[in-house]
């Protein structure tokens, strides 16, 4: 979309000479030859040239120096090169020479969020919109501005409106796929993603399939999740996000035999991915195998302390019936992180099995000292107190 803005821009441009200034009957010498150089340097941008691009507006300036078709192209030119702090300064010059300048505005706030400078690069397309309030290629942007600064009402609204002048728009769908998703409402955000999906089956974009798988692992219909991860599999075997996906799935439906095959071959793309080598060793004690469990964690925490590859060491110390050993890991991973409800029920568990409910009981109470509401915590300590099965 934006590709097509910015080339019906240049034919613009270069089809709406002379200048502001110059008279449509008579076109001097000097105005034939901004002409010549104007269409010149759109022509260069067009082919991604912005070099030459440049060389041909800035020749243009040494003829009238503040040219408005010069100093955008200008702008462009250091735009399309990231160079968006010296972009910023020619758009806003063309402002000064010539208020309400579409174009300069458009860049601007298109450098404006390159920036991640969100807020300024919506002022700037409100501006925009004053005279064009049904361009849909800077509705979108405004609404994916407002996105990033988390105004869910004003963001939705702007999609919403892009839908109803055209009502499959794929960047409103995305968006608003990603806006319910960011807010948490996984339902809303698969049927937009849904929808993405069925107006484009013949030419699927693979983000849109990890999106949906995605939506599924957080509504935790996993089985559903896998056919989409999958798919996108099909089309990228090394894509991160599917691979991630589908390992997830199939922890979150129990197959953890079969999620090792997954999170191995994310580390055989990054071997030194912490989270996924404590994920695997998740998956490796979770399946008994102990001892390759242990390699994945101490391979996590000799990148860095993984709090829950020093968890799965003392669980598996746990699991090995050294309960004395992996009451003293979780007491220390408690110092270290106190509002972890899990190592309090962990350690008390532990407690139990070494006979000494006192310190169980005395364990949770500590945890609820801290104000924290946990239901599990409150359970555990209710059956302890009033001898009850805990398990």
């Known amino acids: 979309m934006e590709k097509n803005f910015e080339n019906q821009q240049i034919e613009k441009d270069q089809n709406s000479f002379p200048a502001e200034n110059?008279?449509?009957?008579?076109?001097?010498?000097?105005?034939?030859?901004?002409?010549?150089?104007?269409?010149?340097?759109?022509?260069?941008?067009?082919?991604?040239?912005?070099?030459?691009?440049?060389?041909?507006?800035?020749?243009?300036?040494?003829?009238e120096s503040n040219n408005n078709y010069a100093l955008v192209g200008l702008g462009d030119s250091e735009r399309k090169s990231n160079?968006?702090?010296?972009?910023?300064?020619?758009?806003?010059?063309?402002?000064?020479?010539?208020?309400?300048?579409n174009y300069a505005l458009f860049g601007l706030a298109d450098c404006y969020k390159a920036l991640n400078q969100y807020s300024k690069a919506i002022e700037i397309w409100k501006q925009y919109l004053v005279h064009d309030d049904?361009?849909?290629?800077?509705?979108?942007?405004?609404?994916?501005?407002?996105?990033?600064?988390?105004?869910f009402k004003k963001s939705k609204e702007l999609y919403l409106k892009v839908l109803d002048m055209e009502n499959d728009n794929a960047y409103a769908l995305i968006g608003l796929g990603h806006l319910h998703y960011?807010?948490?409402?996984?339902?809303?955000?698969?049927?937009?993603?849904?929808?993405?999906?069925?107006?484009?089956?013949?030419?699927?974009?693979?983000?849109?399939?990890t999106s949906i798988g995605n939506c599924h692992r957080k509504l935790k219909t996993f089985e559903n999740g896998i056919a989409y991860f999958k798919r996108a599999l099909e089309m990228d075997s090394k894509n991160?996000?599917?691979?991630?996906?589908?390992?997830?799935?199939?922890?979150?439906?129990?197959?953890?035999?079969?999620?090792?095959?997954?999170?191995?071959r994310i580390l055989e793309l990054d071997p030194n991915n912490k989270v996924i080598l404590t994920r695997a060793g998740d998956a490796?004690?979770?399946?008994?195998?102990?001892?390759?469990?242990?390699?994945?964690?101490?391979?996590?925490?000799?990148?860095?302390?993984?709090?829950?590859?020093?968890?799965?060491?003392?669980?598996?110390?746990?699991?090995?019936?050294?309960?004395?050993?992996?009451?003293?890991?979780?007491?220390?991973?408690?110092?270290?992180?106190?509002?972890?409800?899990r190592l309090y029920i962990d350690l008390a568990d532990c407690y139990i099995k070494l006979n000494r409910k006192q310190d169980a009981i005395r364990c949770l109470e500590n945890f609820q000292k801290q104000g924290i509401r946990c239901p599990p915590i409150a359970d555990m300590l209710d059956k302890l107190k009033n001898n009850k099965p805990v398990y």
């Open 22 to 63: 110059s008279s449509e009957m008579e076109v001097s010498p000097q105005v034939d030859k901004i002409q010549e150089l104007s269409k010149a340097g759109y022509q260069f941008l067009k082919n991604d040239n912005s070099a030459q691009a440049k060389e041909m507006f800035q020749k243009i300036l040494d003829i």
């Open 240 to 264: 991160f996000y599917a691979l991630f996906g589908l390992a997830d799935c199939y922890r979150g439906i129990n197959q953890q035999y079969r999620s090792i095959e997954y999170w191995n």
């Open 284 to 341: 490796y004690r979770n399946t008994g195998d102990y001892k390759t469990a242990v390699e994945y964690y101490n391979k996590a925490l000799d990148i860095a302390f993984d709090i829950y590859a020093a968890l799965g060491l003392a669980l598996i110390c746990k699991g090995e019936g050294k309960y004395e050993e992996a009451a003293d890991r979780l007491a220390s991973l408690i110092r270290d992180d106190g509002k972890n409800y």
């Open 182 to 209: 960011d807010f948490k409402e996984y339902k809303d955000a698969l049927y937009y993603q849904t929808k993405m999906l069925e107006l484009n089956e013949s030419a699927v974009d693979i983000r849109v399939l």
């Open 83 to 101: 160079h968006f702090s010296q972009a910023i300064t020619y758009y806003k010059t063309c402002l000064t020479y010539h208020p309400g300048n």
């Open 134 to 151: 049904r361009n849909i290629t800077v509705l979108t942007r405004v609404a994916d501005a407002y996105r990033k600064t988390h105004d």
